[in-house]
């Protein structure tokens, strides 16, 4: 990924949107970056370092050895395991969740920017928390993936339901980023969303941790895993920090600092952008109202997972700056950067 950044830094550096070496074979760049991304993390080793897919490896053996299909929690997720447990070896599962994963967040791409399609996937693989959640937190990350691919049907609703159903299926945290789409679909008032964004922050700020107990004792959400993630501190000692995370606040601002800019200040207006970007304001005000939990970042990663997404959306499509090809240049390198300095040196 390196490499690749280096490269497309260099090009979007020295050649203009309209240069026809970056539009030229744009879609077959973008499916050859997808495929060896895919077959390097789909055929991954089995071994402790990947986390939860070991878990994930010990459920698949369950279901291998005759073991039967729960209907509580995750059924469905569950159920695509059981049926592959028929057929495939465990890294045979793990090659085509990688598939899923990684090539449903690629079509996502094609449809969200036909035009620069390669730039936008590459934002999506390098973001933050795209990795961990093709080998650690799979049925999270398959159902993001799968809502991505809702939102970019938003203009035919019926597609877009049955994706978000199917979503909410593989896991049922997807209903906050889902609801968050739904309420910005119908009430696209984003100049009001930047406004309780805010709110969110100093509603933290004075409220401390009591936000998370009022929320966990609150019933709203009948799930005992809710709570716990909530108000459990038994592996508060796993985490490099707790409390309020002033940098990973600052991480989540920056697609909303640009959308401020591109939308009221500039005044560019595009439904599909304020829809996305408002889903990714509601559902990221959630979490900072929740942000000193011990698993927050589960929680940031119900509105991560769009970061990608609503960063790179107004770079490549409303004309901002002057010299805006340079601006995608370091877009994408900073994203990147970001990225590769949290997992090697954080």
């Known amino acids: 990924m390196l490499v690749i ?44 370092i990947f986390g939860d897919s070991a878990n994930y490896a010990v459920g698949y053996y369950h279901f291998q050895n005759g073991g039967e299909l729960s209907h509580d929690g995750d059924w469905f997720f569950y159920a695509i395991m059981k049926f592959c447990s028929g057929f495939m070896s465990v890294n045979e599962y793990f090659l085509l969740m990688a598939i899923f994963y990684i090539g449903f967040t690629w079509i996502a791409c094609i449809r969200l920017f036909p035009r620069y399609t390669t730039v936008a996937f590459l934002a999506n693989i390098t973001a933050f928390s795209f990795w961990a959640y093709c080998y650690n937190g799979m049925r999270n990350g398959l159902a993001a993936s799968i809502a991505i691919l809702a939102f970019s049907f938003m203009n035919r609703k019926l597609i877009c339901a049955c994706f978000c159903v199917l979503a909410i299926m593989i896991h049922k945290s997807m209903m906050l980023p889902l609801m968050s789409f739904v309420l910005s679909y119908y009430f696209c008032y984003t100049k009001l969303y930047f406004k309780g964004w805010v709110i969110a922050i100093a509603l933290s700020s004075v409220l401390g941790g009591a936000m998370e107990s009022i929320l966990a004792g609150s019933g709203l959400v009948e799930d005992e895993r809710f ?15 707790t409390g309020f995370r002033w940098d990973f606040l600052l991480y989540s601002s920056v697609p909303v600092i640009i959308g401020y800019y591109t939308v009221i200040k500039k005044g560019f207006r595009d439904k599909k952008y304020e829809i996305l970007l408002n889903t990714y304001i509601i559902a990221n005000a959630f979490w900072i109202l929740i942000i000193r939990a011990s698993f927050s970042n589960r929680f940031a990663y119900l509105s991560w997972f769009l970061y990608p997404i609503v960063l790179i959306y107004p770079f490549i499509s409303f004309p901002l700056w002057k010299e805006q090809h340079k601006k995608v240049a370091y877009t994408l390198w900073l994203h990147f950067s970001f990225t590769y300095f949290m997992w090697t040196f954080y």
């Open 5 to 48: 950044c280096v490269i497309y830094f260099l090009i979007f550096y020295s050649y203009q949107f309209k240069n026809s070496m970056i539009k030229d074979g744009d879609k077959i760049i973008s499916l050859i970056i997808c495929i060896a991304y895919t077959l390097f993390i789909g055929l991954r080793p089995l071994h402790p």
């Open 227 to 241: 709570s716990s993630y909530l108000t459990s501190t038994e592996f508060a000692s796993d985490f490099s920090r």
